[in-house]
């Protein structure tokens, strides 16, 4: 046993002390005899780690904002939605093409800036159409709305040909300058453009 105990100093000739985490001399202090120093000391001894986390996530939330932020590159103009696809000419949409070939009259209902009053005038002229002023004696009544934009200096015209069952047939969206030109002249650039696309579409399903 002697020997077993001599050799046992010579190859471990200090015994090993498990590694224990403490708290600083200070705070283990009773806060009766440390008054200030000892509330500052835990102070930062349990405020520390929180801040230290917070600012993580503060940094880790900036970077990720960077990586969204967009690009300083040219920016789409500003719209008021997108215009029907084009299974028209231009703007316009055929919504029932054997409907819209059986149409021979046409009822042009009131739309505000006198775009019916224009219309009327560009339908009258040369259609194929003919437009009549009793709606009980049309085959499609062609309604819609025309507002001016002053900030985006556009006038937008939305028409659509309803049928008497008040199924939509065609419809056309039409967008024009104004200021300059005035609004009348955009509005009469207007009716002459959803005219046209009209008169297209229905020779078109014609053919």
Known sequence: MPALRSLRRRVFPQPVQ????????????DPAGNSMRWMIAMKYYYILPVLTLFAATALGF????????PTLGPQPAPSLGEAPSQ???????????AE?????????DFIDNSLNLKLIQNLSSH??????????QADAILRGDCFSLPHLKQVHSEVYLMDKKGQSI????????????????AVADSAQEIASDLLKSIEIVRK
């Open 18 to 29: 498990p590694v224990r985490w403490y708290a600083p001399e200070s705070l283990n202090r």
């Open 62 to 69: 900036q970077q990720r904002t960077q990586e969204q932020r």
């Open 87 to 97: 299974q028209g000419p231009i703007n316009a949409r055929i919504m029932n093409p």
């Open 100 to 108: 819209l070939r059986r149409i021979h009259t046409v009822y042009v």
């Open 127 to 136: 259609s194929p159409v003919r437009v009549v002023t009793d709606r009980h």
């Open 170 to 185: 065609w419809q056309d969206i039409v967008r024009h300058p104004y200021n300059p030109p005035g609004l009348h002249v």
